[in-house]
């Protein structure tokens, strides 16, 4: 990569992009809602169980002018989701300033692993045990996303529980591999422990991205 590119792709004003898609959100509180997606590739958080093991290595994505991403998703949505990958790998303080510029409203799925940058309309924090969440992330989130793969997971899940802000929503969501057993233990947790609801990755079921 030359140097002009890495200068942009460190000031934000490029971004390396794996793929965006106009779907429904899935997961989480806006399940059900109409969005457009970007997803920013690079990772290195590292969870076995990622579902997009593709987004890791952000030298297989093109580095591309976030305002020719801007240009384009406003065309699909007044609902952005920005994912990857890790986007806070990246300084999203130019994305999210220009989709807020077209009056959109931005989302952002993160692990919470890196400095909190970009303005957002709705933070999801899912929270890995490799690379715990920034205080800034704990204190901004609006949703608590934690992925139930084991039964250490319960108890990781109030762990973090513990550290977000009083307004936060908080979720289960079953690793999709081990839905089959780990879903009647969230069904059997959620109501003994009703603070927290219950998140499905709707759209594998709905055969959409
Ligand atoms: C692919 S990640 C990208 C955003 C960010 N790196 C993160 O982990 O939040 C998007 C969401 O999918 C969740 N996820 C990834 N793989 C999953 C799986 N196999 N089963 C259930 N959820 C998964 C993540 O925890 C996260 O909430
Ligand atoms: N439909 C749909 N909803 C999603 N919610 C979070 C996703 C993600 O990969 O970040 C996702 C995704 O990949 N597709
Ligand atoms: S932090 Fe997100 S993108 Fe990175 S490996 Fe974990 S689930 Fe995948
Ligand atoms: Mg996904």
Redesign the pocket.
């Known amino acids: 990569m030359n140097k002009e590119t890495q200068l942009l792709i460190d000031k934000g004003e490029m971004l390396p992009l794996m793929e965006e898609f106009y779907t429904i959100q899935g ?1 989480g509180y806006y399940k059900g809602t109409a969005a457009y997606f970007i997803r920013i590739g690079g ?1 290195d ?1 590292g ?1 076995h ?4 093991k593709e987004s890791w290595n952000a030298n297989l994505h093109p580095p591309t002018e976030t305002s020719k991403i801007v240009e384009n998703a406003k065309k699909y949505s007044d609902t952005i989701v920005v ?5 806070l790998t990246w300084d999203m303080t130019a994305l999210t300033s220009q989709l807020k510029n077209e009056g959109l409203q931005v989302h952002i ?3 919470g692993a890196y400095k909190l940058t970009g303005t957002w309309d709705w933070i ?1 924090l ?1 929270p ?1 045990k490799m690379k715990r969440p920034t205080q800034e992330v704990y204190d901004s989130a609006d949703e608590l ?1 934690v ?1 139930i793969y084991n039964k250490d997971d319960f108890r990781f899940a109030e762990e973090q529980a513990a550290k977000v802000n009083a307004n936060c929503i908080l979720y289960m ?5 081990k839905r089959d057993t780990v879903v009647p233990e969230i069904v059997d947790y959620v109501m003994k422990n009703p603070k927290w609801k219950v998140s499905l ?1 709707t759209h594998k079921y709905l055969n959409i991205p």
Not at 49 to 52: A, F, L, N, S, Y
Not at 83 to 87: L, M, Q, V
Request: include cysteine; hydrophobic fraction near 20%.
């Open positions: 997961e990772c958080v969870c169980w990622c579902d997009v994912t990857g990958g890790e986007p799925e993160t692990s999801c899912s890995k996303k992925i969501q079953p690793e999709w591999s990755q």
